[in-house]
C-alpha cells in the first residue's frame, strides 16, 4: 500500500539531519556525527564523520567523504567511505574508495573502485573450465 519498504540496519544511530522529498539545498554539507537522511536534492559536497541513507528518491550532485554511506537514490560525485551499500534501484556515477562495498543486483554503478583495508583473501584455487559464448562449458 506504501510502496516498498526501505529496510535500513545502520547501528543503534539515530537519524539527526533530515532532508525532506521536494528539497533542494545548494551548498556544502558536514555531518559531524549521527545520521543523515537525504530524500531531496543535494548539489554540494557532503563531508564528516557520520552517516548517510540516500533515499530512493534522494539525490547528491557532488562528492561524499563520510563513514557509511547507504545509497538507494543517485549520486554523480565520487564517494569515499569505510563502508559502502548500493541497494537495488540505486545509481552512483563517479569513482568510490572504500573499505567495504556491497552492490545489491539492480544497483547501477559506473566510476573507477579503488578499496582498501580489510584482510587480505584467503588462496583461491583457479579453475581451467572456459565457457564458450554459447553458455556451455567447453573442453
Known sequence: MFGKREEVRVTNQEIKTLI???CL???NLT???GLMRIDGEIRGNIS???GLILG???IVKGDISLEKVIVY???QG???AQSLELKSG???DGNIHVEELVIERGAVYNGECKMEGGSPPKEVQSSSVDISPTGSPSS
Open 20 to 22: 525532506g522529498l521536494g
Open 25 to 27: 539545498f545548494d551548498g
Open 31 to 33: 555531518v559531524s556525527e
Open 48 to 50: 564528516g564523520k557520520g
Open 56 to 58: 530512493e528518491r534522494g
Open 73 to 75: 537514490g543517485k549520486v
Open 78 to 80: 565520487n564517494i569515499s
Open 90 to 92: 540505486s545509481r552512483v
